[in-house]
């Protein structure tokens, strides 16, 4: 029954346009949502790359249909963090991660998959309270940034320039 269980989680997340969120997957299989936290547990160790993300879980894909992708290195405080994004964001950038460089665990990846003001509003909430990634790396971190074309790319490299923010050779 739990493998069946299993099984039919990992369909529906792969079936899904969205996230789908533990509370969902939850109701849905008539569970509790540690049941799917520990479904996602064992699914991963036998091999699944199932990701939990702040807007659910989901199966990670390549870039959607003719997105580009590049990775850019940044370096700021906490306070600019919502800035950051939203720039990007209104530059029609998608900002897939957040990466730091740990010295004892290596490298520490964190999904974001923030593509609008409203993605930035909910992320900063979720922030409150908390320590970002870039707490732990005097500010050094990289994104993973998606767009459409290369130019939208190119002018969010320099919007982070602008900023003050990017990291370059």
Do not use: C, K, N
């Not at 050094?140 to 459409?148: D, I, K, N, R």
């Amino acid at each position: 029954m739990s493998d069946e269980r299993r099984q039919v989680l990992l369909r529906i997340v792969r079936d899904s346009v969205a996230p789908v969120t533990g509370a969902d997957l939850a109701t849905t299989l008539g569970v509790s949502r540690q049941v799917i936290v520990q479904d996602v547990a064992i699914l991963r160790a036998a091999g699944s790359e199932i990701i939990a993300t702040p807007r659910g879980y989901v199966l990670p894909s390549a870039p959607a249909g003719g997105q580009l992708r590049t990775v850019v290195a940044v370096q700021h405080r906490r306070d600019q963090i919502e800035i950051e994004l939203v720039t990007l964001v209104d530059l029609g950038i998608r900002i897939v991660d957040v990466v730091i460089e740990h010295p004892v665990y290596g490298e520490l990846r964190g999904l974001l998959m923030v593509e609008s003001r409203f993605d930035v509003r909910a992320f900063m909430t979720r922030l409150e309270g908390s320590e970002p990634l870039l707490a732990l790396t005097r500010g050094v971190h990289l994104h993973t940034l998606e767009a459409s074309r290369p130019d939208v790319l190119e002018r969010g490299r320099q919007a982070l320039r602008d900023l003050g923010i990017l990291l370059e050779r």
